[in-house]
């Protein structure tokens, strides 16, 4: 009898390597961790990454293509609400909200040194960032033809100025004293897209 | 007669030096350029450069080391005018016109890498960014107390969040079409401190 792959165990011992990495990058580097750490972090023996991943740069890589669906999934639920300002304000906290995961800070610094090593990397990250920077285009757009408000900015180039803005969630994030980004991630887009006052609204 | 050192010359020298290595290190990565091509790119002898620094990481240093004086003389200018929130502004502004350096993006990057690995150059970069935080939390705890706005976090928190933001127009700087980073770091930094309607003031 042929031996089955049960396509559920494969994907949840995929996640599980892709969360031990995760944890063990932001910590070590990615030049400082081995495949046979993440292996035992994962509670794997010490070759099995090989069986699920290509390369140790295909586990890095995951770390960031698991975010797409999510990413995409959360931006469709915004996309079509009728307070514009108020969707684009809530996509930027969720995206900065992911500041407070712990491994966010060291994977962030790891992701900028992996970009020129990896162009597969790059693309994944662009493309990330591009589906993001579309749907908020497509909202300021929307809330500018109803008058909803005025940025005095071309769209395109308004929409990646506010993922900027989450970066900075992310370069400003201090390990040692970690702090929740969302505050001050809502009230600098609130004020660039609404008068002040109505942000109780 | 013993020879004498010029220090003029050795400060021309220095800063030839310094301005070649930042275009190199932005182009090809600090690993991918060689002292030998920075000393020809400054018009020197291939190993002169070692006479004027101790090694390619004191080179490195020094092109942040050289803002220090100028920021420290810009934020001078700027922390005891009267009216806190442009000088606040002014500063922002000051720092995110660096972006149009073309080397810029570049050396942010090559900036994240390195520091993980010279503790000397992490002290420089801290030390410019306390300086510049503490200048500007002075700024926000006097015109609080005046009553100039009340941006609703710790003057602080809040200094090294308006530095935050200028990062971020580094970071999203695209060296194939650049753009000056003012307009939206002005607007950004303006709305966050000023009610709206008082920026043309």
């Known amino acids: 009898m042929a031996r ?10 995929r ?9 063990l990058f932001a910590e070590h580097g990615y030049e400082g961790t081995t ?10 023996s010490s ?27 959360m931006l469709a639920r915004h996309r079509d609400r009728e307070d514009c300002a108020a969707a684009i304000v809530d996509i ?14 060291g994977l962030m610094v790891e992701l900028l040194r992996r970009m020129d090593h990896d162009p ?5 990250v662009l493309e990330d960032a591009r589906r993001s920077a579309e749907v908020i285009a497509e909202l300021l757009r929307r809330g500018m033809a109803d008058g909803q408000f005025e940025p005095g900015f071309a769209p395109e180039r308004f929409a990646r100025w506010i ?14 004293d970690p702090q929740d980004p ?20």
Chains 1, 2 share one sequence.
């Open 163 to 176: 993922l900027a803005i989450v970066d900075a969630a992310f370069l400003n994030c201090d390990p040692a």
């Open 92 to 105: 930027a906290e969720t995206l900065a909200a992911e500041v407070l995961d712990p491994s966010a800070p």
């Open 120 to 124: 597969a990397l790059t693309e994944i």
């Open 182 to 201: 969302r505050p001050l991630v809502r009230a600098t887009i609130c004020r660039l897209l609404c008068p002040l006052g109505m942000e109780a609204r």
């Open 47 to 73: 070759a099995s990454v090989f069986y699920y991943f290509a390369d140790k740069a295909a586990v890095f890589r995951a770390i960031f293509e698991s975010s797409i669906p999510e990413h995409a999934e």
């Open 35 to 44: 495949a046979a750490q993440i292996a035992r972090a994962a509670g794997l």
């Open 4 to 13: 089955t792959v049960d396509p559920n165990r494969v994907a949840e011992r």
């Open 15 to 23: 996640e599980a390597i892709v969360r031990a990495a995760g944890v």
